[in-house]
């Protein structure tokens, strides 16, 4: 199937029923994770559509020690199958000693999560994230499947909002990132994460708006 005939078939499924179709039509599905804000939706969602699926995790040794504990509650929860992934050592100390998020965080998300998943996409036929269409402009505009830097992205819950991927987190009863409590909705490194709404608290007071890794 084509670009074009993936997005037709796929577009008027649920998000559970797009992960299930895309089992049956990809061998080899990449699925990463930041156990951020509304995480729990999309991994319960493969929890129940393909329980076999591995999560990779960009460890890139900023997180907030409440997303590691989230990622450890929702993995227990859910007998995940969670594979941490890590840039260079000696260059992620570079970025630690030289504070490059501070400067230039472009090179530091770049050494720390694109470079990393640059390795081992090679492997695979399909990436799959949670990118939503309500989270900002650039990302309003993303169909379910699109070509992008040499594979194929699939985005299941594009078309969910923040407000529906929330209530179905409570309606599951599944846990809340402990963050989300406090203000803050978008959720990555403790440099570059402030509260706010939307991702209005990532990067603050930077131009960037994207880490590189999906857009
Ligand atoms: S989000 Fe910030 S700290 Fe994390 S990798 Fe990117 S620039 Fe570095």
């Not at 670009?3 to 299930?20: G, T």
């Not at 720390?112 to 996409?121: D, H, S, T, W």
């Not at 505009?141 to 923040?162: H, M, Q, W």
């Amino acid at each position: 199937m084509n670009l074009e005939e993936l997005n037709k078939k796929y577009l008027p499924l649920s998000p559970l029923e797009r992960i299930q179709e895309l089992k049956k039509d990809f061998k080899t599905v990449l699925y990463t994770s930041s156990f951020g804000g509304t995480a729990a939706y999309l991994i319960h969602l493969f929890h129940l559509g393909n329980p076999e699926q591995v999560i990779h995790f960009l460890d890139t040794t900023y997180h907030f020690p409440e997303t590691l504990s989230y990622k450890k509650e929702l993995t227990e929860l859910l007998n995940l199958n969670v594979v941490d992934l890590k840039g260079d050592e000696f260059r992620n100390k570079f970025t630690r000693t030289d504070e490059t998020w501070k400067k230039d965080p472009d090179l530091c998300c770049s050494i720390n999560k694109v470079e990393p998943l640059e390795k081992i996409k090679v492997d695979y036929e399909v990436w799959v994230s949670g990118l939503m269409h309500s989270q900002n402009e650039i990302r309003s505009k993303l169909s379910i499947f699109e070509a992008r830097n040499g594979i194929l992205k699939f985005y299941p819950i594009i078309d969910v909002t923040e407000e529906e991927a929330k209530e179905y987190i409570l309606k599951n009863n599944l846990p809340l990132h402990p963050l989300k409590l406090q203000g803050y909705n978008s959720i990555g490194c403790t440099h570059c994460t402030t509260k706010g709404k939307a991702r209005e608290g990532r990067w603050i007071n930077k131009s960037k708006t994207e880490c590189g890794l999906h857009l």
